[in-house]
Nanobody, 125 residues
Framework: QVQLVESGGGLVQAGGSLRLSCAAS????????MGWFRQAPGKERELVAG????????NYADSVKGRFTISRDNAKNTVYLQMNSLKPEDTALYYC??????????????????WGQGTQVTVSS
């Protein structure tokens, strides 16, 4: 089991940037698919971005392609989400997620084995 702690959320104006970090504990981090999800009030939790264990493969929601970048540093047991050109519709609680053992790409919440506690991102217009 991987334990996850997010940081880096906050309030930013539209067009601004934020960088989220997720520190993971556990020996399996380096072989675990990771990702970021978000959930806005009244909406379902949705995948924002996923990254393979090596970092060589990534996938993104259409709504964030070209604006967000997911990356990982296995030496530091950390995964990042760089968010640029933020929009008010990006406002949500952002969760770091670790995939289940058999998962090779993270696409839905059903693939997640561990969740972080969430960090709030608020984008003002």
């Amino acid at each position: 089991q991987v334990q996850l702690v997010e940081s880096g959320g906050g309030l930013v104006q539209a067009g601004g940037s934020l960088r989220l970090s997720c520190a993971a504990s556990g020996r399996t981090f380096r072989t675990t698919v990771m990702g970021w999800f978000r959930q806005a009030p009244g909406k379902e939790r949705e995948l924002v971005a996923g990254i393979s264990w090596s970092g060589s493969s990534t996938n993104y929601a259409d709504s964030v392609k070209g604006r967000f970048t997911i990356s990982r540093d296995n030496a530091k047991n950390t995964v990042y989400l760089q968010m640029n050109s933020l929009k008010p519709e990006d406002t949500a609680l952002y969760y770091c997620a670790a995939g289940k053992n058999t998962i090779v790409v993270l696409t839905t919440a059903q693939h997640v084995g561990s969740w972080g506690q969430g960090t709030q991102v608020t984008v003002s217009s």
